[in-house]
């Protein structure tokens, strides 16, 4: 199934070369012109986002925040203006990449695989499991281009919201957090592994001992508690403003799908 990609820009002939370029790399592509169409156009499924930052009815950072209140599929930035890079490199947006017009739709289409590939998404899927190896796109092997900086594209890979910051190496039984290998007992890598497979999905301590025990019910779910709060504090050595493991009163646990 081809990737589909969403392309929101208000000038008709660079949103036709940005429609060639992708469509002869085999993805499927829908175009609007303007933000409020796009935006409703996002009711339906797509693996990724190409954003132009001057649109007519809703400025393109304004649009990216509406965009990730409601969905976390990768968001590629168009720019025109060095003034707007800045805000972009400075990720508040959590912008996964950025072109700065004008570009090369070929630039446009290998920096979209280069995305894609890092998110480790499949077509439309929701899966957001990054496994080994998923070290971001080095530099040497993404065209670089005068007007792009791979260091903020890596940061903006590590921050962005939607895709997991955990690198699973189920063979070693080792997750990374933020790139740092985690020093975890078993039940802990357990643990951090069903929160892994589902983001957002509140936990009871019932099915967290489930997942994680071999024997539930010989256990305390008192014992959850007591492994959630030492997960929490080496995640929290790692990126200490980052509340990775939300509680939710009288339910359970889940991991936060905000990074
Ligand atoms: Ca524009």
Redesign the pocket.
Known sequence: MPYRILII???PAIADNILYALKTEGFECVWFATGGEGLRALESVFDLVVL????PDIGGFDLCREIRKRHQLPILFLT?RAGEIDRVVGLELGADDYVVKPFSPRELAARIKAILRRTALQPSSQVQIQTLPASPVSSASQPTSPSTSSAATAAAAATAVGITPFQVDSERMVISFFRSPLELSRYEYRLLLAFIEKPGRVWSREQLMEKAWDSPESSLERTVDAHVKSLRSKLREVKPDVEAIRTHRGLGYSLTEVW
Do not use: H, I, R
């Open positions: 820009e208000d000038e132009d930052v001057g649109l025109a």
